[in-house]
Protein backbone atom coordinates (compact mmCIF):
# COMPACT_ATOMS: atom_id res chain seq x y z
CA UNK A 1 0.00 0.00 0.00
CA UNK A 2 1.25 3.55 -0.83
CA UNK A 3 -0.17 6.89 -0.71
CA UNK A 4 -2.57 6.26 -3.68
CA UNK A 5 -4.92 5.36 -0.46
CA UNK A 6 -5.15 9.63 0.76
CA UNK A 7 -5.79 8.45 4.06
CA UNK A 8 -2.73 6.39 4.69
CA UNK A 9 -0.59 7.08 7.93
CA UNK A 10 2.90 5.43 8.73
CA UNK A 11 4.23 4.58 12.39
CA UNK A 12 7.79 5.58 13.13
CA UNK A 13 8.72 2.19 11.93
CA UNK A 14 7.25 2.79 8.93
CA UNK A 15 3.79 0.20 9.46
CA UNK A 16 0.96 1.73 7.73
CA UNK A 17 -2.25 1.59 9.52
CA UNK A 18 -3.41 -1.45 7.02
CA UNK A 19 -1.16 -3.48 8.61
CA UNK A 20 -2.31 -2.59 12.39
CA UNK A 21 -5.76 -2.43 11.19
CA UNK A 22 -5.74 -6.05 9.79
CA UNK A 23 -3.62 -7.43 13.13
CA UNK A 24 -6.90 -6.10 15.06
CA UNK A 25 -9.36 -6.99 12.27
CA UNK A 26 -7.64 -10.70 12.58
CA UNK A 27 -7.82 -10.84 16.45
CA UNK A 28 -11.71 -9.91 16.53
CA UNK A 29 -12.91 -12.17 13.91
CA UNK A 30 -10.47 -14.95 12.75
CA UNK A 31 -11.30 -17.96 15.26
CA UNK A 32 -8.21 -19.32 16.89
CA UNK A 33 -6.64 -22.63 15.67
CA UNK A 34 -7.71 -24.00 19.01
CA UNK A 35 -11.06 -23.31 18.63
CA UNK A 36 -11.74 -24.00 15.67
CA UNK A 37 -13.18 -27.23 15.17
CA UNK A 38 -15.74 -26.47 18.33
CA UNK A 39 -17.08 -23.11 17.31
CA UNK A 40 -17.55 -24.44 13.35
CA UNK A 41 -19.60 -27.37 15.24
CA UNK A 42 -21.82 -24.82 17.73
CA UNK A 43 -22.23 -22.73 14.59
CA UNK A 44 -23.25 -25.74 12.28
CA UNK A 45 -25.65 -26.90 14.99
CA UNK A 46 -27.20 -23.22 15.55
CA UNK A 47 -27.73 -22.78 11.75
CA UNK A 48 -29.27 -26.26 11.66
CA UNK A 49 -31.33 -26.12 15.07
CA UNK A 50 -32.82 -22.64 13.52
CA UNK A 51 -33.90 -24.14 10.23
CA UNK A 52 -34.94 -27.31 11.70
CA UNK A 53 -38.36 -28.01 9.61
CA UNK A 54 -37.56 -25.73 6.74
CA UNK A 55 -36.49 -27.02 3.03
CA UNK A 56 -33.11 -24.77 3.56
CA UNK A 57 -31.48 -23.61 6.77
CA UNK A 58 -29.61 -21.02 5.03
CA UNK A 59 -28.63 -18.54 2.22
CA UNK A 60 -25.15 -18.46 0.29
CA UNK A 61 -24.50 -15.80 -2.23
CA UNK A 62 -22.89 -17.40 -5.41
CA UNK A 63 -21.46 -14.95 -7.99
CA UNK A 64 -18.66 -17.81 -9.57
CA UNK A 65 -15.62 -16.75 -8.10
CA UNK A 66 -13.27 -18.17 -5.93
CA UNK A 67 -15.06 -17.07 -2.18
CA UNK A 68 -18.36 -17.58 -3.03
CA UNK A 69 -17.65 -21.15 -4.81
CA UNK A 70 -15.73 -22.66 -2.07
CA UNK A 71 -18.23 -21.31 0.50
CA UNK A 72 -20.90 -23.49 -1.39
CA UNK A 73 -18.20 -26.11 -1.01
CA UNK A 74 -17.87 -26.18 2.57
CA UNK A 75 -21.34 -25.26 3.80
CA UNK A 76 -22.44 -28.71 1.86
CA UNK A 77 -19.59 -30.82 3.31
CA UNK A 78 -20.72 -29.74 6.57
CA UNK A 79 -23.97 -31.17 5.80
CA UNK A 80 -26.10 -27.86 5.67
CA UNK A 81 -28.81 -27.27 3.61
CA UNK A 82 -28.15 -23.96 1.63
CA UNK A 83 -30.10 -21.92 -0.80
CA UNK A 84 -27.53 -20.09 -3.21
CA UNK A 85 -28.65 -16.78 -4.48
CA UNK A 86 -27.62 -14.70 -7.26
CA UNK A 87 -27.63 -11.37 -9.03
CA UNK A 88 -27.59 -11.09 -12.60
CA UNK A 89 -26.40 -7.93 -13.21
CA UNK A 90 -26.67 -7.83 -17.09
CA UNK A 91 -22.69 -8.02 -16.48
CA UNK A 92 -21.68 -12.06 -15.98
CA UNK A 93 -18.83 -13.52 -17.80
CA UNK A 94 -19.53 -16.77 -19.42
CA UNK A 95 -16.93 -18.43 -17.44
CA UNK A 96 -19.12 -17.02 -14.44
CA UNK A 97 -22.37 -19.08 -15.41
CA UNK A 98 -20.83 -22.14 -16.26
CA UNK A 99 -18.76 -21.89 -12.70
CA UNK A 100 -21.96 -21.71 -10.97
CA UNK A 101 -24.17 -24.18 -13.09
CA UNK A 102 -21.31 -26.67 -12.98
CA UNK A 103 -20.45 -26.05 -9.31
CA UNK A 104 -24.73 -26.06 -7.78
CA UNK A 105 -25.65 -29.19 -9.73
CA UNK A 106 -22.04 -31.18 -8.45
CA UNK A 107 -23.21 -30.16 -4.74
CA UNK A 108 -26.87 -30.42 -5.32
CA UNK A 109 -27.80 -27.13 -3.91
CA UNK A 110 -31.10 -25.04 -5.11
CA UNK A 111 -30.62 -21.73 -7.08
CA UNK A 112 -32.24 -18.76 -7.20
CA UNK A 113 -31.19 -16.00 -9.51
CA UNK A 114 -32.90 -12.46 -9.50
CA UNK A 115 -32.50 -10.65 -13.05
CA UNK A 116 -31.91 -6.70 -12.55
CA UNK A 117 -33.94 -4.90 -14.44
CA UNK A 118 -31.30 -3.37 -16.95
CA UNK A 119 -32.91 -0.21 -17.90
CA UNK A 120 -33.12 0.48 -13.51
CA UNK A 121 -29.41 -0.70 -13.01
CA UNK A 122 -27.81 0.83 -16.46
CA UNK A 123 -28.86 4.19 -15.12
CA UNK A 124 -27.14 3.60 -11.78
CA UNK A 125 -24.35 2.89 -12.93
CA UNK A 126 -24.55 5.51 -14.96
CA UNK A 127 -25.12 7.82 -12.53
CA UNK A 128 -22.27 6.26 -10.09
CA UNK A 129 -20.29 6.22 -13.16
CA UNK A 130 -21.01 10.55 -13.51
CA UNK A 131 -20.24 10.80 -9.84
CA UNK A 132 -17.15 10.46 -9.84
CA UNK A 133 -16.32 8.33 -7.09
CA UNK A 134 -13.95 5.32 -7.07
CA UNK A 135 -16.60 3.01 -5.42
CA UNK A 136 -18.63 2.25 -8.59
CA UNK A 137 -19.64 -1.34 -8.26
CA UNK A 138 -21.58 -0.32 -5.31
CA UNK A 139 -25.19 -0.38 -7.25
CA UNK A 140 -24.11 -4.14 -7.82
CA UNK A 141 -22.58 -5.01 -3.95
CA UNK A 142 -25.93 -3.03 -2.25
CA UNK A 143 -28.50 -5.06 -4.19
CA UNK A 144 -26.61 -8.36 -3.67
CA UNK A 145 -27.00 -7.78 -0.02
CA UNK A 146 -30.52 -6.80 0.01
CA UNK A 147 -31.42 -9.66 -1.78
CA UNK A 148 -29.54 -12.07 0.55
CA UNK A 149 -31.52 -10.67 3.42
CA UNK A 150 -35.10 -10.59 1.65
CA UNK A 151 -34.54 -14.16 0.34
CA UNK A 152 -33.29 -15.33 3.87
CA UNK A 153 -36.39 -13.08 5.26
CA UNK A 154 -38.80 -14.68 3.09
CA UNK A 155 -37.87 -17.97 3.69
CA UNK A 156 -37.62 -17.72 7.13
CA UNK A 157 -34.28 -18.10 7.51
CA UNK A 158 -31.70 -16.79 9.79
CA UNK A 159 -28.30 -17.14 8.75
CA UNK A 160 -26.81 -15.96 5.16
CA UNK A 161 -23.79 -17.62 5.10
CA UNK A 162 -20.93 -15.04 2.86
CA UNK A 163 -17.63 -15.62 1.68
CA UNK A 164 -16.33 -12.33 3.21
CA UNK A 165 -12.90 -13.30 5.15
CA UNK A 166 -9.82 -11.32 6.77
CA UNK A 167 -7.56 -13.45 5.09
CA UNK A 168 -8.08 -12.38 1.40
CA UNK A 169 -9.88 -9.37 1.69
CA UNK A 170 -9.92 -7.25 4.99
CA UNK A 171 -7.61 -4.25 3.41
CA UNK A 172 -9.69 -1.22 1.20
CA UNK A 173 -9.42 2.05 2.06
CA UNK A 174 -12.45 3.70 2.63
CA UNK A 175 -12.13 5.92 -0.12
CA UNK A 176 -12.04 3.20 -2.40
CA UNK A 177 -14.51 0.92 -1.60
CA UNK A 178 -17.48 2.81 0.97
CA UNK A 179 -21.16 2.73 0.33
CA UNK A 180 -22.27 -0.89 -0.80
CA UNK A 181 -24.78 -0.77 2.64
CA UNK A 182 -25.49 2.96 2.65
CA UNK A 183 -28.69 3.38 0.47
CA UNK A 184 -28.64 6.87 1.89
CA UNK A 185 -25.33 7.58 0.04
CA UNK A 186 -26.80 5.64 -3.44
CA UNK A 187 -30.10 7.44 -3.31
CA UNK A 188 -28.05 10.41 -2.50
CA UNK A 189 -25.75 10.58 -6.26
CA UNK A 190 -28.93 8.68 -8.09
CA UNK A 191 -30.89 12.13 -6.94
CA UNK A 192 -28.53 14.05 -8.31
CA UNK A 193 -27.77 12.12 -11.62
CA UNK A 194 -30.35 9.46 -12.54
CA UNK A 195 -33.03 9.82 -14.46
CA UNK A 196 -35.26 6.65 -13.91
CA UNK A 197 -36.81 5.25 -10.99
CA UNK A 198 -35.40 2.81 -9.36
CA UNK A 199 -39.15 1.14 -8.38
CA UNK A 200 -37.79 -2.68 -8.61
CA UNK A 201 -34.11 -2.10 -7.72
CA UNK A 202 -33.05 -4.51 -4.76
CA UNK A 203 -32.12 -1.88 -1.80
CA UNK A 204 -32.48 -1.68 1.89
CA UNK A 205 -32.54 1.33 4.64
CA UNK A 206 -31.05 1.79 7.89
CA UNK A 207 -34.70 0.89 9.06
CA UNK A 208 -35.21 -1.96 7.01
CA UNK A 209 -31.32 -3.31 8.08
CA UNK A 210 -33.08 -3.12 11.35
CA UNK A 211 -35.99 -5.17 10.89
CA UNK A 212 -33.87 -7.63 9.61
CA UNK A 213 -31.15 -8.25 11.63
CA UNK A 214 -33.43 -7.19 15.09
CA UNK A 215 -36.95 -8.55 14.44
CA UNK A 216 -36.43 -11.31 12.00
CA UNK A 217 -32.68 -11.65 13.96
CA UNK A 218 -31.28 -12.42 10.57
CA UNK A 219 -26.96 -13.13 11.03
CA UNK A 220 -24.67 -12.87 8.42
CA UNK A 221 -21.83 -15.24 9.10
CA UNK A 222 -18.04 -14.92 7.49
CA UNK A 223 -17.67 -19.06 7.63
CA UNK A 224 -14.09 -18.82 6.32
CA UNK A 225 -12.82 -17.19 9.04
CA UNK A 226 -14.14 -19.61 11.23
CA UNK A 227 -11.59 -22.43 9.31
CA UNK A 228 -7.94 -22.50 8.13
CA UNK A 229 -8.69 -20.81 4.66
CA UNK A 230 -5.77 -21.09 2.14
CA UNK A 231 -6.94 -19.35 -1.22
CA UNK A 232 -4.46 -21.26 -3.68
CA UNK A 233 -5.52 -24.35 -1.64
CA UNK A 234 -9.02 -23.85 -1.98
CA UNK A 235 -8.97 -22.93 -6.00
CA UNK A 236 -7.01 -26.31 -6.23
CA UNK A 237 -10.10 -28.34 -4.57
CA UNK A 238 -12.31 -26.02 -6.72
CA UNK A 239 -10.68 -26.84 -9.89
CA UNK A 240 -10.41 -30.93 -8.82
CA UNK A 241 -13.67 -31.65 -7.29
CA UNK A 242 -15.99 -28.91 -9.55
CA UNK A 243 -14.51 -28.51 -12.84
CA UNK A 244 -14.47 -24.78 -11.79
CA UNK A 245 -11.95 -22.46 -14.07
CA UNK A 246 -10.16 -19.32 -12.92
CA UNK A 247 -11.27 -15.81 -14.47
CA UNK A 248 -7.80 -13.70 -13.98
CA UNK A 249 -8.54 -11.10 -11.27
CA UNK A 250 -10.17 -11.01 -7.80
CA UNK A 251 -13.87 -10.26 -9.05
CA UNK A 252 -13.15 -10.30 -12.79
CA UNK A 253 -15.83 -13.24 -12.51
CA UNK A 254 -17.92 -10.03 -13.85
CA UNK A 255 -17.55 -8.05 -17.32
CA UNK A 256 -17.95 -4.38 -15.31
CA UNK A 257 -16.21 -5.80 -12.50
CA UNK A 258 -13.11 -6.65 -14.40
CA UNK A 259 -13.57 -3.35 -16.80
CA UNK A 260 -13.67 -1.14 -14.05
CA UNK A 261 -10.72 -2.27 -11.62
CA UNK A 262 -8.50 -2.92 -14.57
CA UNK A 263 -8.77 -0.01 -16.97
CA UNK A 264 -11.24 2.92 -14.94
CA UNK A 265 -9.59 2.93 -11.62
CA UNK A 266 -6.05 2.89 -12.54
CA UNK A 267 -6.83 5.41 -15.25
CA UNK A 268 -9.19 7.86 -13.57
CA UNK A 269 -8.24 7.41 -10.03
CA UNK A 270 -4.70 6.11 -10.11
CA UNK A 271 -5.80 2.81 -7.95
CA UNK A 272 -4.90 -0.35 -8.63
CA UNK A 273 -6.48 -2.38 -5.89
CA UNK A 274 -4.04 -5.32 -6.65
CA UNK A 275 -2.07 -3.44 -3.86
CA UNK A 276 -5.07 -3.87 -1.16
CA UNK A 277 -5.37 -7.72 -2.75
CA UNK A 278 -1.56 -8.20 -2.52
CA UNK A 279 -0.94 -6.61 0.78
CA UNK A 280 -3.60 -8.52 2.31
CA UNK A 281 -2.45 -11.82 1.35
CA UNK A 282 1.52 -11.02 2.71
CA UNK A 283 -0.34 -10.08 5.59
CA UNK A 284 -2.18 -13.19 6.30
CA UNK A 285 1.16 -15.23 5.31
CA UNK A 286 -0.19 -16.75 2.00
CA UNK A 287 2.31 -14.48 -0.12
CA UNK A 288 5.66 -13.29 0.13
CA UNK A 289 6.35 -8.90 0.08
CA UNK A 290 8.66 -9.90 -3.10
CA UNK A 291 6.75 -12.18 -4.64
CA UNK A 292 4.06 -9.17 -4.63
CA UNK A 293 6.57 -6.50 -5.52
CA UNK A 294 6.68 -8.51 -8.26
CA UNK A 295 3.28 -9.32 -9.29
CA UNK A 296 2.66 -5.83 -9.22
CA UNK A 297 5.07 -5.08 -11.91
CA UNK A 298 2.61 -7.54 -14.88
CA UNK A 299 -0.13 -5.52 -16.04
CA UNK A 300 -3.63 -5.36 -14.17
CA UNK A 301 -5.03 -7.28 -17.83
CA UNK A 302 -3.58 -7.45 -21.11
CA UNK A 303 -4.07 -4.22 -23.51
CA UNK A 304 -5.98 -6.09 -26.18
CA UNK A 305 -9.12 -7.37 -24.07
CA UNK A 306 -9.26 -4.29 -21.56
CA UNK A 307 -9.71 -2.09 -25.26
CA UNK A 308 -12.11 -4.89 -25.93
CA UNK A 309 -14.01 -4.55 -22.66
CA UNK A 310 -13.73 -0.44 -23.13
CA UNK A 311 -15.98 -0.64 -26.23
CA UNK A 312 -18.08 -3.59 -24.69
CA UNK A 313 -19.23 -1.30 -21.81
CA UNK A 314 -19.33 1.64 -23.55
CA UNK A 315 -22.20 0.04 -25.94
CA UNK A 316 -23.68 -1.59 -23.48
CA UNK A 317 -24.00 1.42 -21.20
CA UNK A 318 -25.47 3.38 -24.05
CA UNK A 319 -22.90 5.77 -24.29
CA UNK A 320 -20.64 7.16 -26.98
CA UNK A 321 -16.98 7.45 -26.80
CA UNK A 322 -17.06 10.96 -26.58
CA UNK A 323 -19.36 11.05 -23.48
CA UNK A 324 -17.34 7.94 -21.86
CA UNK A 325 -14.39 10.14 -22.59
CA UNK A 326 -15.85 13.22 -20.58
CA UNK A 327 -16.94 10.93 -17.69
CA UNK A 328 -13.24 9.60 -17.36
CA UNK A 329 -12.25 13.56 -17.17
CA UNK A 330 -14.28 14.86 -14.48
CA UNK A 331 -13.12 15.71 -11.29
CA UNK A 332 -12.40 13.11 -8.82
CA UNK A 333 -14.97 12.77 -5.74
CA UNK A 334 -15.76 10.49 -2.89
CA UNK A 335 -18.20 8.84 -0.85
CA UNK A 336 -17.87 12.60 1.17
CA UNK A 337 -18.99 14.71 -1.34
CA UNK A 338 -22.85 12.73 -1.15
CA UNK A 339 -25.18 12.57 1.49
CA UNK A 340 -24.25 9.41 3.64
CA UNK A 341 -25.20 7.43 7.31
CA UNK A 342 -20.88 7.11 7.66
CA UNK A 343 -21.58 8.10 11.20
CA UNK A 344 -24.24 5.81 11.64
CA UNK A 345 -22.53 2.71 10.58
CA UNK A 346 -19.40 4.07 12.18
CA UNK A 347 -21.08 4.14 15.55
CA UNK A 348 -22.77 0.80 15.29
CA UNK A 349 -19.58 -1.07 14.33
CA UNK A 350 -17.54 0.26 17.49
CA UNK A 351 -20.57 -1.54 19.69
CA UNK A 352 -20.14 -4.31 17.79
CA UNK A 353 -15.98 -4.26 18.15
CA UNK A 354 -16.86 -3.51 21.94
CA UNK A 355 -19.25 -6.41 21.92
CA UNK A 356 -16.74 -8.58 20.65
CA UNK A 357 -14.34 -7.57 23.09
CA UNK A 358 -16.27 -8.46 25.93
CA UNK A 359 -17.53 -11.22 24.77
CA UNK A 360 -13.99 -12.91 24.15
Given at each position: ?????????????????????????????????????????????????????????????????????????????L????L????????????????I??????L????????????????????F?????????????????????????????????T??????????????????????????????????R???????????????V?????????????????????????????????????????????????Y?????????????????????????????????????????????????????????????????????????????????????????????????
Amino acid sequence: MDTTDPDISFDAAGVCNHCHRYEEVARQRIIPPAQRQERLAQLVAEVKRAGEGKRYDCVIGVSGGVDSTYVAWVVKNLGLRPLAVHLDNGWNSELAVANIEKTLNKLGIDLYTHVIDWEEFQNLQISFLKASTPDGEVPTDHAIFALLYRIAAKHGLRHIITGTNVISEAILPEKWGYGYFDWSYVKDVHRRFGSARLSTYPHFSLLDLFYYVFLRRIRMVSVLNFIDYNKNQAMNILQNELGWVYYGGKHYESIYTRFYQAYLLPRKFDIDKRKAHYSNLVLSGQMTRPDAVEAMKAPVYPADLLEEDRQYVIKKLNLDAQQFEAIMALPRKTFLDYKNNRDVFAFAKRLVNSSRRLIG
